[in-house]
Structures are given as C-alpha cells and as structure tokens.
C-alpha cells in the first residue's frame, strides 16, 4: 500500500516539476503567448464550456467505441464459427483499416450531417479493427487439451463457447479495448475537424483560425483528459474481470 | 486369445504365455483391435492391438513423440484409427477420465466449479447440487477440501494437478487415462502423487478399476503399473509388454526390491535395442 501510493508520487512529482519549468521559461524568456503560453495562461481561460465541449467529445467517442465492440465481436464469434466468412470478409476489414480515416470523415460529414452521428461513425471505424482481430485471436487461443476435455465429456458447442471459448478470449478482448480507447477519441475529433459546432476537435480548429493558443491547448489536454478517462475505466473493469491475470499497467 | 504386436513377431509365445496368467483372471477392460493411425502421410500408429484388463494398471513407455499420446486419444474417441482398427470397450457401465501432462483448469473457476465442470456439460447426468456434492467427495479424495474456493493461479502446481486428478475421478470413471500426469511436477510431488494416485485406485471409494498411464519414466512405470506396455518409435508398435512382479499394494521403498531393479534392468535393455 504505501510503495502504492509513493509510486503514483513519482509521476505527479515529475509533473510539477515540468510546469514549473515550463511556466518560469516562458516569463524569464519572454515567450509570446501565440506560441507558448504559461500553465497559468492556460488555466486562465478555462471555463464552463470547455468541459461542456469535452462531454460531446467524450459521449461522441463513447457511444462509437461501445458500437464498434459490440459489432466487432459480433463479427469475430462469426468467423470463428465459419471459414468461408471469415476468408471473404476478413480482407475487406483489412481494406477498411488501411484506408485513413482522414479521408474518410469528409464523406461521412456528407452523409450523415455536422451532427452526433458522423462522430460516431468515425470513432467506430477506427475502433473496429483492434476488437475484432484480437477477439478473433482470442477466441482461438483456447488451449487443445481444453478442448480435448469438453469433448471427453461430450460438451456441446455452446458450452464450448460459453464456458471456453468466450472467456478465454476476454484477456484478448480487453487489451482491445484499452488499444480502443485512445483510439475512440481521435475517430471523435477527426469528425469533428470536417465539420461541427461542438466538440474538442471544434475548438482546436476554431482557435488555430482566431490564434487563440491558449484556448487551443486547454481543449488539446482535455481530449488528452478524455483518452486517459477511458483508459482508466477500461484498465478498472479489466481488473475487476479478468480476476485471474494480473496486469500491472496503470 | 491376447492378440499383442504381431508385426515385430518376435518372443510373441512368451509374451502369450505371461499374459494368459493376467487374462485368465480378469476380463477386459478395452481392446484396441489392429489400430494404425496416420496423419497424412505420417503413419503415427502401426497396428497396435492390445488388451487390458479390470482391475488393472498398465503403463505405456515409449521415446517422447512415438505416440503415446496419440494412443490414449484413440481411447478416448477424440481420434479415430484407419480403417480396419477397432477399439472395443465390452463393459456396458463405461466412464472415461481423462487427466492430463497440463492441469488445464478453467482459471476464471474455483477447484471446486473446475471439478464439477464435466458433470454440467454434455449429457448433464447430474442435477447441480449433485455435482456440488460428487465435486465436493471428489475434492475430499485428493486431500485439498480446505481450498475449494480457491481458484488456480492460487494453488501450486502440485495442486493444480490434483484438482485436474479429482476433476476427472467425479464423473465415477471406471476407466481412467492419463498422458504423463506427473510429467510437469517436481520429483517430491510427484512422488507422492504417484502413491496418492495408487491408494485411489485401490480404494474401494472410487469406482475406478482400470488406469491406463502415459510416462516416459522407466522407474514411475514400474513402480505402479501390473504391466508396462514397451512402445517402439515412430511409427509406434507395440514393442513388448513386461509384467512387473512386485507385491500389491505397492508400498513405499519398494524401489529397494531387487524385482524392481530387475525390471527396471530389464526395461532399460529395451530403450538401448530400440
């Protein structure tokens, strides 16, 4: 417990040490403020609507992260239930994950609007594929000689998937999701960029045009802020889940 | 009426002879008729044909990657022979165990879920609450009943393959096999295993009455099994079968025997033929 809490005193320590750096350079160096602004600067225009466009943001990126997990186990339980999906529709998910989606998102603001959904959209193109190649994997990964004993004992393929596969597989499932994530966000602002009248993405771009860096900065750490809330709750419930692995990251 | 590896033909009247004494005895537990066994274009299995009876232990030696294994799965029903093999189980009331090198626990169950695992798959001959107690007199066989509720990665390995032991004894086998259980452990465990193992075979608590044992050692072999199966390398033959004349029930210090160390001996100039 107390190594616990001195090792989370090591990051935090190196943090204000690195603020304060960074706020002295800035005075003594006469930085002008379009280019760096201080800590204080940044904190200075931090107000109610930041936090309003970081929950779009964060609901955005949310809401297409659990939409991409859902469908792409979905899909993964398909093709580990059948060959001939899996070879044809496989490479056409690999088409899908080497098209940027930054030449996607135009087409998907075209499509669905300025709106909620062209966010959504984005974040779960960009979540789909870690998900469905590691469920894929994961749900592989059973070990012969369990499968060996379900048969033995005449299991069905149900309980082979219920008690076997779909558990074996959750280790891979979440490392997924943690991978997801941070990717979630960036599907989120992305679509923001193209096109929008609220989010994170919205305002870094709003005030790259006005100059506004300090503005810029605060929206830049909150999506920052957004990418590690996830992470974090993912990391939690991966812990409360996956009892019987430890994993020590976070 | 033993019908042992007729293709290497050779001490095959004595072999008959030694086992007829076996045979006259008991009757059979299974009988593997002929079974070759090829994937591809590797034969694996070269017209093995053996018995083995009730009440009996039998080991299966052989170099690492003849086949042993291989042979078991056929036991099994996990693997078929090439046609023109045959296993025969005659008894009706036949239930077959499984234990194998791994413990291969399901890590997101308690030992006592693990155990009652097989009795909730399949043809679910049990209600839930019976396979809680079967699981839990299971559990009490193999000493570990004060860690029912610990899971896996809380247990040693020893204890692991305990649970995989009690696992495969709550489906009341009376047919048991194993593929190199003890292989994994080290020498104390397994060594005390190996006895744990024979008291519950001999013990009229279990329904078990044929144990079937993949090893590679020469010595766990002898120690525990009426006969040792010699298989010969790939493809794998039967080599030879040796019955070990020690008393029953085997007994620690019984390595001291000289009819140990004679069929040890006699084991060993085996190996170096093959």
Not at chain 2, 8 to 23: C, F, P, W
Not at chain 2, 25 to 39: D, G, W, Y
Not at chain 2, 163 to 191: Q, S
């Amino acid at each position: 417990m107390k190594t616990k809490i001195t090792d989370a005193l090591y990051p935090v320590g190196f943090a204000i040490g690195f603020l304060i750096i960074w706020e002295l350079a800035v005075r003594l160096l006469d930085i002008p403020i379009y280019l760096l602004p201080s800590p204080t600067d940044i904190v200075a225009v931090i107000d109610s609507s930041l936090w309003s466009h970081m929950l779009v943001t964060l609901l955005e990126a949310l809401t297409g992260f659990v939409f991409a997990n859902i469908l792409g186990l979905i899909t993964a339980i398909i093709f580990v239930h059948s060959k001939p999906i899996e070879k044809g529709v496989f490479p056409l998910a690999i088409a899908l994950k080497t098209t940027p989606l930054v030449a996607l998102a135009p087409l998907l603001v075209v499509w669905m609007g300025t709106g909620y959904s062209s966010k959504v959209v984005a974040s779960m193109l960009i979540c789909f594929f870690p998900i469905l190649v590691n469920s894929v994997k994961g749900l592989k990964a059973i070990e012969h000689e369990a499968w060996e004993l379900f048969s033995t004992y005449k299991g069905t393929k149900a309980e082979i998937f219920w008690k076997l596969r779909l558990p074996t597989s959750l280790p891979y499932v979440f490392s997924a999701l943690k991978i997801s994530t941070s990717l979630a966000i960036v599907g989120a602002i992305v679509g923001e960029f193209v096109g929008a009248n609220k989010g994170l993405g919205y305002v870094v771009l709003v005030s790259s045009y006005h100059m506004d860096t300090p503005v810029m900065f605060s929206a830049i750490i909150a999506s920052a802020l957004c990418g590690l809330v996830l992470f974090w709750g993912i990391s939690q419930l991966e812990r409360k889940i996956i009892f019987w692995q430890r994993t020590d990251d976070l | 009426m033993l019908t042992t590896a007729s293709d290497l033909g050779k001490e095959a009247s004595r072999l008959q002879n030694q086992d007829t004494t076996i045979s006259s005895k008991s009757e059979i537990a299974v009988t593997l008729k002929n079974c070759s066994l090829s994937f591809g274009d590797v034969q694996v299995l070269n017209n093995v044909s053996l018995d083995i009876y009730k009440n009996e232990f039998v080991s299966i030696l052989g170099p690492s990657g003849c086949g042993k294994s291989t042979l078991l799965r056929l036991m099994l029903d996990l693997l078929q022979p090439n046609a023109g093999g045959e296993i025969i189980y005659p008894s009706k009331d036949l239930s077959l165990g499984m234990v194998f090198q791994k413990p291969v626990l399901m890590p997101w169950l308690t030992a006592i879920q693990n155990i009652a695992l097989p009795l909730t798959i399949g043809e679910k001959k049990f209600t839930k609450k019976e396979a809680k107690e079967k699981a839990e007199g299971a559990l009490r066989l193999v000493g570990l009943q004060d860690f029912m509720n610990h899971f896996p990665h809380q247990l040693s390995g020893g204890m692991q393959q305990r649970i995989a032991i009690a696992r495969a004894l709550a489906a009341d086998p009376t047919v048991l096999l194993m593929d190199e259980p003890f292989g994994a452990l080290d020498e104390f465990t397994r060594e005390k295993l190996n006895f744990e193992l024979l008291r519950l075979w001999e013990s009229p608590e279990t329904s078990l009455s044929t144990v079937v044992m993949v090893t590679h050692s020469i010595q766990e072999s002898v120690l525990m099994s009426n006969r040792v199966i010699m298989m010969s390398p790939r493809p794998a033959g039967v080599d030879d079968i040796i019955p070990v004349p020690l008393p029953s029930p085997r007994e620690v210090g019984m390595e001291e025997l000289p009819a140990f160390h004679q069929t040890v001996k006699e084991l060993r100039k085996r190996v170096k033929h093959l």
